[in-house]
């Protein structure tokens, strides 16, 4: 967040001594005034969202920032500059100290976001509109390429990667044009899906935590055992995979099972896809060794099965099971599912809406 706001202010501070007000953002509607005030005001929302652990609406209040409408001096950009470094402060200071396992309220699409989504969506802010602003005042501005692959990976999972980060994050907020690509002209960014059973939440996973499990990393998770499963690895890159080839949906990708007395993982979950034509889709599931037997995949199976027989798109859930793997198939058969059919050393079973 702070390299953000530093690399910001450094490329708009050449030009404090313009008039803020008389210039429009770039595309926006606004002016520059007008939308470094915007950045300020959602960065300390943001802060306070998470601060105040928000579940069901904003945190009313808002940020009012000092000065005339009608034109400013070179210290009352200067000043505004300074307001967007202090709020960008309070956010990363809101991030560094909120525990992990904290969701907050944020409208889209979901109604919540963990720290590393309200610091992507803080860091999407100053960026896209730090690039209206100089747009409008005519300065050069370029962030840092792995400050747009953060956004891109927490926020922007449904966006194919591009040749290069950030034009691929201006065209996928409308903002530039990408070879082979049609121009956006409607867009949200997307935080991950969280279901939650009696004991686990499950945590959608994003392509930056994919990419982390997919080579031997935590992605972000403190795992009971020490590591994930290997099937959360495979299923891990599957999932990146798909981001890369621009397939990725992330109600439809892979969720991490967090046992919510101690905010450890405890096993991985997730659809191969989403569903197809034909109203099925295919669920998988594993457990680290030392979480087995405690009825944990029963339990995150019959949630995220429910979920997705709840979806219009979707009347049959699928779940195929090795005929050697008794443990499984008792976890399938617990989760209502019936067997179906038996093939090349594996059984089929499904669940169907009532």
Same mark, same amino acid.
């Given at each position: 967040m702070e390299q953000a706001?530093?690399?910001?202010?450094?490329?708009?501070?050449?030009?404090?001594?313009?008039?803020?007000?008389?210039v429009r953002a770039g595309?926006?509607?606004?002016?520059?005034?007008?939308?470094? +005030?915007?950045?300020?005001?959602?960065?300390?929302?943001?802060?306070?969202?998470?601060?105040?652990?928000?579940?069901?609406?904003?945190?009313?209040?808002?940020?009012?920032?000092?000065?005339?409408?009608?034109?400013?001096? *070179?210290?009352?950009?200067?000043?505004?500059?300074?307001?967007?470094?202090?709020?960008? +402060?309070?956010?990363?200071?809101?991030?560094?100290?909120?525990?992990?396992?904290?969701?907050?309220?944020?409208?889209?699409?979901?109604?919540? +976001?963990?720290?590393?989504?309200?610091? *992507?969506?803080?860091?999407?802010?100053?960026?896209?509109?730090?690039?209206?602003? *100089?747009?409008?005042?005519?300065?050069?501005? #370029?962030?840092? *390429? #792995?400050?747009?692959?953060?956004?891109?990976?927490?926020i922007f999972p449904r966006v194919r990667p591009g040749p290069a980060p950030w034009p691929t994050l201006l065209w996928a907020t409308g903002r530039g044009e990408l070879p082979g690509r049609e121009p956006v002209t409607a867009w949200r960014w997307c935080n991950n899906p969280v279901l939650h059973s009696e004991r686990l939440d499950l945590e959608g996973v994003t392509p930056a935590a994919g990419a982390s499990l997919a080579v031997a990393g935590d992605g972000g998770f403190t795992w009971v055992g020490g590591a994930p499963a290997e099937g959360t690895r495979v299923g891990a890159g599957i999932g990146v995979a798909q981001y890369e080839e621009g397939a990725f949906v992330p109600e439809w990708g892979m969720y991490v099972l967090v046992r919510r007395e101690d905010d450890r993982a405890v096993g991985a979950m997730g659809f191969h896809g989403p569903p197809g034509a034909e109203g099925r889709v295919e669920i998988g599931y594993d457990l680290v060794v030392e979480a087995r037997g405690n009825g944990y995949a029963t339990e995150a199976l019959r949630t995220l099965s429910a979920w997705a027989l709840g979806q219009d798109a979707v009347h049959t859930v699928v779940a195929v099971v090795e005929e050697t793997n008794v443990p499984s198939q008792k976890v399938v058969t617990r989760a209502g599912f019936t067997e179906v059919s038996r093939q090349e050393g594996h059984i089929t079973y499904e669940l169907r809406a009532a």
């Open positions: 706001v530093a690399h910001s202010v450094a490329a708009l501070g050449a030009v404090t001594d313009r008039d803020w007000t008389a595309r926006l509607e606004w002016s520059c005034r007008e939308t470094a +005030a915007h950045v300020a005001s959602d960065l300390v929302a943001y802060a306070g969202q998470l601060a105040g652990r928000a579940q069901d609406a904003y945190v009313p209040f808002e940020i009012t920032v000092d000065g005339t409408d009608d034109g400013l001096d *070179a210290a009352g950009n200067a000043g505004l500059l300074h307001v967007i470094t202090t709020t960008g +402060a309070l956010l990363a200071a809101a991030v560094r100290t909120t525990p992990r396992s904290v969701r907050a309220f944020h409208p889209y699409p979901f109604r919540h +976001a963990n720290r590393e989504g309200f610091a *992507a969506m803080g860091v999407a802010e100053v960026l896209l509109h730090t690039h209206d602003m *100089a747009e409008g005042l005519g300065v050069a501005y #370029e962030p840092p *390429a #792995e400050l747009c692959e953060f956004v891109l990976t927490r």
